[in-house]
């Protein structure tokens, strides 16, 4: 699994876009990109992935860059329920959470 | 589906004994690992098994044993507990290794006086 690079907090205002940002340089040609929110002490929640094009779910998007080595997960109008912490993975395997970016959103 | 459950939920152990942490899942995935937390940190993968009798160990397996008898469980057990090991213990599964997203169960929060 590629190893990921993320902020460890950001801040948004309630009803803006929020982007995460993610670097994973080191990700190999057939792995995915993956996005986990965890609340509070909960299990992490899945997002959505992806591997090469841009993906929209009905949580949020997912921009990848054309050499694959950076992704940006927005959220496109930010709620205070989506204050979390975001990992993005790099692959599917032996799977690494790293810390995370603890994201705030604010009133 | 229940999706990911765990057993038991919350957990005080003494320093040296032993438990068993349960996990199981009704999706029919092949892939199953767990995962421990420690306060205000990232995720750890403790051990992983990419189908029933094939197990493996993640980044920190000491002081864990794991089995997978079949599809649906995979139990983390403690040999001897410490200190160290406490922490909040989180199962997954996906469809398959390296396939799919992972579901994770609620977690067990383990204490160890």
């Known amino acids: 699994d590629a190893k990921t690079t993320q902020p460890t907090s950001m801040d948004c205002a309630e009803g803006r876009a929020a982007n995460l940002p993610c670097n994973h340089s080191t990700i190999s040609g057939n792995e995915y990109v993956y996005w986990y929110r965890q609340i509070h002490s909960q299990g992490p929640q899945y997002i959505i992935h992806g591997l090469k094009n841009n993906e929209t779910n009905e949580m949020a998007s997912l921009i990848i860059t054309e050499d694959r080595k950076s992704s940006t997960l927005i959220l496109p109008h930010a709620t205070l329920r989506d204050t979390a912490v975001y990992y993005c993975?790099?692959?599917?395997?032996?799977?690494?959470f790293g810390d995370g970016t603890t994201l705030t959103v604010k009133p | 589906n229940a999706g990911v459950t765990q057993t038991p939920k919350f957990q005080v152990l003494k320093t040296g004994q032993s438990m068993t942490l349960q996990c199981a899942q009704d999706?029919?995935?092949?892939?199953m690992s767990w995962y421990r937390q420690d306060p205000g940190m990232g995720l750890r993968l403790i051990h992983y098994s990419v189908g029933a009798g094939i197990t493996d160990q993640g980044e920190v397996p000491n002081g864990y044993n794991v089995s997978r008898s079949t599809t649906e469980d995979f139990p983390l057990r403690l040999l001897s507990a410490a200190p160290s090991q406490t922490s909040v213990y989180f199962c997954?599964?996906?469809?398959?290794?390296?396939?799919?997203?992972?579901?994770f169960g609620p977690g067990t929060r383990l204490t160890v006086t």
């Open positions: 993975i790099g692959g599917a395997g032996k799977s690494t």
């Open positions: 997954a599964s996906s469809y398959r290794y390296a396939l799919g997203e992972q579901y």
């Open positions: 999706m029919n995935h092949e892939y």
